[in-house]
């Protein structure tokens, strides 16, 4: 059975940082590319960014660029998600999914950023 538990949401003020951790059981973690979405009220669910099984390559959406960082350690089976500069508009419900077609998602961890 498959399982990725995120972690580490929670209530930020615009300009703070916050880092996501997904851990993952059930799957090979080192063969398997990983993906972060996001999903805001009222919106369609955003591809954040994503990352190559043995962690070479990155992509990220052009609206978190230069900003939020994917990192792996297939030693702890764990994808992150370091989000820095966090912007009211990056509140959102934060999804980690593994797999070549994105097939397994977690249950998600929430990121509110307000003052």
């Known amino acids: 059975q498959v399982q990725l538990v995120e972690s580490g949401g929670g209530l930020v003020q615009p300009g703070g940082s916050l880092r996501l951790s997904c851990v993952a059981s059930?799957?090979?973690?080192?063969?398997?590319?990983m993906a972060w979405y996001r999903q805001a009220p009222g919106k369609q669910r955003e591809l954040v960014a994503s990352?190559?099984?043995?962690?070479?390559?990155?992509n990220y959406a052009d609206s978190v660029k230069g900003r939020f960082t994917i990192s792996r350690d297939n030693a702890k089976n764990t994808v992150y998600l370091q989000m820095n500069s966090l912007k009211p508009e990056d509140t959102a419900v934060y999804y980690c999914?593994?797999?070549?077609?994105?097939?397994?998602w977690g249950q998600g961890t929430q990121v509110t950023v307000s003052s």
């Open positions: 999914c593994a797999g070549p077609s994105h097939r397994y």
């Open positions: 059930g799957i090979i973690f080192s063969r398997n590319p």
């Open positions: 990352i190559t099984s043995g962690g070479v390559s990155t």
